[in-house]
T-cell receptor
Framework: AQSVTQLDSQVPVFEEAPVELRCNYS??????LFWYVQYPNQGLQLLLK??????LVKGINGFEAEFNKSQTSFHLRKPSVHISDTAEYFC???????????????FGTGTQLKVEL | EAQVTQNPRYLITVTGKKLTVTCSQN?????MSWYRQDPGLGLRQIYY???????DKGDVPEGYKVSRKEKRNFPLILESPSPNQTSLYFC?????????????FGEGSRLTVL
């Protein structure tokens, strides 16, 4: 079984400041890792994903995340945030061994990013 | 436009009154699933379907039913809703077995059971 821990439920930050949203996972098997974003009153959309290869993954809207296997972490970062980045961010994992396992995501509890002027 | 459409978007109902939340996708995806989102709990999978007539329980299936008679539709049925099913529900789809994790979500259906 897998689990995902997002340590911060809310992160307030001023516009143009850097931000890091933390994600740690627990799994006995090899996993795929994801960040999804949910804007107000919308469904979730994929921000970025780590499947294999380079541990630094770049996504949409200037976000990036780094996979750290030894620390079982997949923290999300952006060097300079904008008001439009205000949203809820979800970290998720899936079992890479299972055929179709990529479809079954285990989500964290979410981090609300609030960007202020 | 590729999309996952849920209806209704908002619903207030009373305990015990059967309801159905519809979900339809126009991307010819094989895989569809339902999640519920609750504060502090994130998203939890209710049911999923790998293809037509193939459905299985997710992590929190109690009190829900689903069916997959057509590839594009995956309705969620609450036979006898209870207040603990008050939640925000999301339908999602993805291409199929080779998918590596990109799910396409609907905009959500907010259900209140009184």
């Amino acid at each position: 079984a897998q689990s995902v821990t997002q340590l911060d439920s809310q992160v307030p930050v001023f516009e143009e400041a850097p931000v890091e949203l933390r994600c740690n996972y627990s799994s006995s098997v090899s996993v795929y890792l994801f960040w999804y974003v949910q804007y107000p009153n919308q469904g979730l959309q994929l921000l970025l994903k780590y499947l294999s290869g380079s541990t630094l993954v770049k996504g949409i809207n200037g976000f990036e995340a780094e996979f750290n296997k030894s620390q079982t972490s997949f923290h999300l970062r952006k060097p300079s945030v904008h008001i439009s980045d205000t949203a809820e961010y979800f970290c998720a994992v899936s079992d890479r061994r299972v055929t179709g396992g990529g479809n079954k995501l285990t989500f964290g509890t979410g981090t609300q990013l609030k960007v202020e002027l | 436009e590729a999309q996952v459409t849920q209806n209704p978007r908002y619903l207030i109902t009373v305990t015990g009154k059967k309801l159905t939340v519809t979900c339809s996708q126009n991307m010819n995806h094989e895989y569809m699933s339902w999640y519920r989102q609750d504060p502090g709990l994130g998203l939890r999978q209710i049911y999923y379907s790998m293809n037509v007539e193939v459905t299985d329980k997710g992590d929190v299936p109690e009190g829900y039913k689903v069916s997959r008679k057509e590839k594009r539709n995956f309705p969620l049925i609450l036979e006898s809703p209870s207040p603990n099913q008050t939640s925000l529900y999301f339908c999602a789809s993805s291409p199929g077995p080779t998918n590596t994790g990109e799910l396409f979500f609907g905009e959500g259906s907010r259900l209140t059971v009184l």
